[in-house]
C-alpha cells in the first residue's frame, strides 16, 4: 500500500521529485521495468524515470531489506546496458524511522566491485520541505517535525486550494495512506477529508485490493463462487479470475 501510493505520487509528480532529489526542474518520463529485463515482481518498490540526459532510479522501502545494495548495484548494471553512457542518479527513500544499520548503507561491495548508491531517510528531512511541492506533500507528516499531526494539518489545508478535483483527491488520499506510518486513524481522520479522498483512484485501488482479499479469504474457507460475489460485490468473472489465480498458486 505505501509503495504503490509513493510510486503513484513519483510517476505523476515526477518534476516535483526532480526538483527535489536533482535539484533541477527536469521534464522526466517513465522508464517501465521491461526495458532493463526486471521482474515485475522485483520492480514492486522502484521507480525509474528519466530526461534526455539522466536517468533518476528511486527505490521506496518501508523496512529496511539486505538486499537492497545489491538490487542498486543490479539496476545500475541494467541500466547502462539499456542506456549505454547515461548517466544514472540512484536514490533509496526509507519512510518510517528505522535504527537499522541498513537505512545508513550506501554502497555494495563484491570482490573488486564498489558501488555507491545515495539514500534519503524522510525523518531526517526537514518536514517544511514537503510542503513547497504539490507532489511531495503527502511526505510532510513522516518528516522531521516537532508535530507530524500539525505538518499533516498543513499539507491537507494546502491540498484543499488545488483546483483541479483528481490531482486534489490523489494527494489526499496519499497524504492520509502515507501519514498511517506516524498517526493513529483517529487523528489522521480528524485532520483529512475523506469526502475528497474517496474520490481518487489511489483510495479506489486499495480499497479494490482489501475487496479482493477478503474475496480469497472466503475461496479459501470453501464458498461457492456465486456466495462470494454476493458478500463482496466481485461480479461472478472476478471471483472465478480470482479462484483460478488462487488455484495456479502451488501449495507449500
Same mark, same amino acid.
Given at each position: 500500500?505505501?509503495?504503490?501510493?509513493c510510486?503513484?505520487?513519483?510517476e505523476?509528480?515526477?518534476?516535483?521529485?526532480?526538483?527535489?532529489?536533482l535539484?533541477?526542474t527536469?521534464t522526466?518520463t517513465?522508464?517501465q521495468?521491461?526495458?532493463?529485463s526486471?521482474?515485475?515482481?522485483?520492480?514492486?518498490?522502484?521507480?525509474?524515470?528519466?530526461?534526455?540526459?539522466?536517468?533518476?532510479?528511486?527505490?521506496?522501502?518501508t523496512i529496511?531489506?539486505?538486499?537492497?545494495?545489491?538490487?542498486?548495484?543490479d539496476?545500475?548494471?541494467?541500466?547502462?546496458r539499456?542506456?549505454?553512457?547515461?548517466?544514472?542518479?540512484?536514490?533509496?527513500?526509507y519512510?518510517?524511522?528505522?535504527?537499522?544499520?541498513l537505512?545508513?548503507?550506501t554502497?555494495?561491495?563484491?570482490?573488486r566491485?564498489?558501488?555507491?548508491?545515495?539514500?534519503?531517510?524522510?525523518?531526517?528531512?526537514? $518536514?517544511a520541505? =514537503? /510542503?513547497q511541492?504539490?507532489?511531495?506533500?503527502?511526505?510532510?507528516?513522516l !518528516?522531521q517535525s516537532? +508535530?507530524?499531526? #500539525?505538518?499533516?494539518?498543513?499539507?491537507?489545508?494546502i491540498?484543499?486550494?488545488?483546483?483541479?478535483p483528481?490531482?486534489?483527491?490523489?494527494?489526499?488520499?496519499?497524504s492520509a495512506?502515507?501519514?498511517?506510518l506516524?498517526?493513529?486513524?483517529?487523528?489522521?481522520?480528524?485532520?483529512?477529508?475523506?469526502?475528497?479522498?474517496?474520490?481518487?483512484?489511489i483510495?479506489r485501488?486499495?480499497?479494490?485490493?482489501?475487496?479482493?482479499?477478503? $474475496?480469497?479469504? =472466503? /475461496?479459501?474457507e470453501?464458498?461457492s463462487?456465486?456466495?462470494?460475489a454476493? !458478500?463482496?460485490?466481485? +461480479?461472478?468473472? #472476478?471471483?472465478q479470475?480470482l479462484?483460478?489465480?488462487?488455484?495456479?498458486?502451488p501449495?507449500?
Amino acid at each position: 500500500m505505501y509503495d504503490d501510493t509513493c510510486k503513484f505520487l513519483a510517476e505523476h509528480f515526477s518534476a516535483d521529485f526532480a526538483s527535489w532529489l536533482l535539484g533541477e526542474t527536469v521534464t522526466l518520463t517513465e522508464i517501465q521495468p521491461s526495458e532493463l529485463s526486471l521482474d515485475p515482481i522485483r520492480a514492486d518498490a522502484m521507480i525509474l524515470i528519466q530526461s534526455e540526459d539522466s536517468i533518476l532510479h528511486i527505490e521506496f522501502q518501508t523496512i529496511p531489506k539486505e538486499n537492497i545494495p545489491f538490487r542498486m548495484l543490479d539496476y545500475r548494471v541494467r541500466g547502462n546496458r539499456r542506456y549505454k553512457g547515461k548517466p544514472m542518479r540512484q536514490v533509496v527513500i526509507y519512510l518510517k524511522p528505522t535504527t537499522s544499520d541498513l537505512a545508513y548503507q550506501t554502497s555494495y561491495d563484491l570482490e573488486r566491485t564498489h558501488h555507491e548508491f545515495d539514500v534519503v531517510r524522510l525523518w531526517e528531512q526537514p $518536514a517544511a520541505l =514537503f /510542503l513547497q511541492y504539490p507532489g511531495l506533500l503527502p511526505f510532510a507528516a513522516l !518528516g522531521q517535525s516537532e +508535530s507530524p499531526a #500539525e505538518m499533516l494539518r498543513q499539507a491537507t489545508q494546502i491540498v484543499e486550494q488545488i483546483e483541479e478535483p483528481t490531482t486534489q483527491a490523489n494527494l489526499m488520499a496519499a497524504s492520509a495512506i502515507l501519514a498511517g506510518l506516524r498517526l493513529e486513524e483517529d487523528v489522521i481522520y480528524r485532520l483529512v477529508r475523506r469526502d475528497i479522498m474517496q474520490e481518487s483512484v489511489i483510495y479506489r485501488s486499495i480499497q479494490d485490493e482489501k475487496t479482493r482479499a477478503i $474475496a480469497l479469504n =472466503f /475461496l479459501r474457507e470453501g464458498l461457492s463462487v456465486e456466495a462470494v460475489a454476493r !458478500g463482496t460485490g466481485l +461480479s461472478i468473472e #472476478e471471483v472465478q479470475q480470482l479462484q483460478h489465480q488462487m488455484n495456479a498458486v502451488p501449495q507449500s
